[in-house]
Structures are given as structure tokens and as C-alpha cells.
């Protein structure tokens, strides 16, 4: 529907405006799975999947520090 749309723009557009330049490690959390990315994607990555394993490992490194 236009209204679902309208939302995932301006979330999308949100969420532009949170991304770290300065952190882009922390931009993975940003994620709220939505999938919009991954019908986008010529080369069907499974960015949502991905993007959680970064989030772990991201986690676990900086546990250790």
C-alpha cells in the first residue's frame, strides 16, 4: 500500500540521517530488519543475516576490551 511505503521511506530517510560517519561499526545496528535491502540486492546477499553475525562479533570484540 502507499502508506507502507511512505513509512519504510521515511524511516529509511531516518535512519540516513542516524548513520555514523564518524562509528560505521555502529551503523549495523541501525538494522531493523525489514528486508528492504535484501529485495534490492542483484547479488541476494541475505544483508539482514549478515548484518546480525556482525553485530555478534562486534559484540564479542568489544567484550574482550
Do not use: Y
Not at 17 to 41: I, M, Y
Not at 53 to 64: C, D, P, T
Amino acid at each position: 500500500s502507499t502508506k507502507a511505503v511512505a513509512e519504510i521511506l521515511q524511516k529509511t530517510e531516518k535512519q540516513k540521517k542516524e548513520v555514523s560517519h564518524e562509528n560505521p561499526n555502529g551503523n549495523a545496528t541501525l538494522c531493523d530488519k525489514c528486508r528492504v535491502c535484501e529485495q534490492k540486492c542483484p547479488q541476494k546477499i541475505p544483508i539482514t543475516q549478515e548484518l546480525e553475525k556482525v553485530k555478534q562479533e562486534l559484540s564479542r570484540r568489544s567484550a574482550l576490551f
